[in-house]
Structure formats: structure tokens, C-alpha cells
């Protein structure tokens, strides 16, 4: 079935980096587009990146230029390097194909001094 694997949260300082990892499985990876989305404490789901099966991205207007998706084809895994964190990005990190409704457990990040 389609799993997929958050990790890479962690508690980190303001201007800080971190990298989360998406391990996906029970699909055929290279031919969907796949997506980041966050959740802060009382909002709602809101959409980070999006990359398109031939590499093609793009990103929220409040990540743009710190943030950058990525995926690995032969590895089955999607990438987020955040960059000059800031405290509005604490929010738990969540991971999903386009084609599927399915979300994994998110890994939670948390930019705080």
C-alpha cells in the first residue's frame, strides 16, 4: 500500500538549517509529482513546495529562496533543505504524491531560541 515517511524534524535555532527526508513506497515514485505541506498549532494544512515528476518546482511565497524540494528517483525519497529558519516555520512537516490521499505521521520542526 502507499506509505509514506517523514524524519528530519528537530528543535532548531532561528537562522538555523534542517533537511527532512520523505520515504515513499507502494507506488511507482518517478511518475508522480509530489508536494510538502505544513501544519502550525491552530491552522490550517497549507502548502510549502511542489515538485514535478521531471524536476520542475515551486514554492509558497513566505519559503521562497530559503527553502528547496528535491527528490531522488532511485531512492524513492523527497527532500526539503530549509535555510534561515524562522519561528513561523515551527509547524509539523508532512509529505504526499498528488495522485493519493493518503499523509504519513509528519516529522515535526520547531524554530525556537
Known amino acids: 500500500q502507499v506509505q509514506f515517511v517523514e524524519s528530519g524534524g528537530a528543535l532548531v535555532q532561528p537562522g538555523g538549517s534542517l533537511r527532512l527526508s520523505c520515504a515513499a513506497s507502494?507506488?511507482?515514485?518517478?511518475?508522480?509529482?509530489l508536494r510538502w505541506y505544513r501544519q502550525a498549532p491552530g491552522k490550517e494544512r497549507e502548502l510549502v513546495a511542489h515538485?514535478?515528476?521531471?524536476?520542475?518546482?515551486t514554492y509558497a511565497d513566505s519559503v521562497k529562496g530559503r527553502f528547496t524540494i528535491s527528490r531522488d528517483n532511485a531512492k524513492n525519497t523527497m527532500y526539503l533543505q530549509m535555510n534561515s529558519l524562522k519561528p513561523e516555520d515551527t509547524a509539523v512537516y508532512y509529505c504526499?504524491?498528488?495522485?493519493?490521499?493518503?499523509w504519513g505521521q509528519g516529522t515535526q520542526v520547531t524554530v525556537s531560541s
Open positions: 504526499k504524491a498528488l495522485a493519493f490521499e493518503i
Open positions: 507502494g507506488f511507482t515514485f518517478r511518475n508522480y509529482g
Open positions: 515538485i514535478t515528476t521531471v524536476g520542475s518546482t
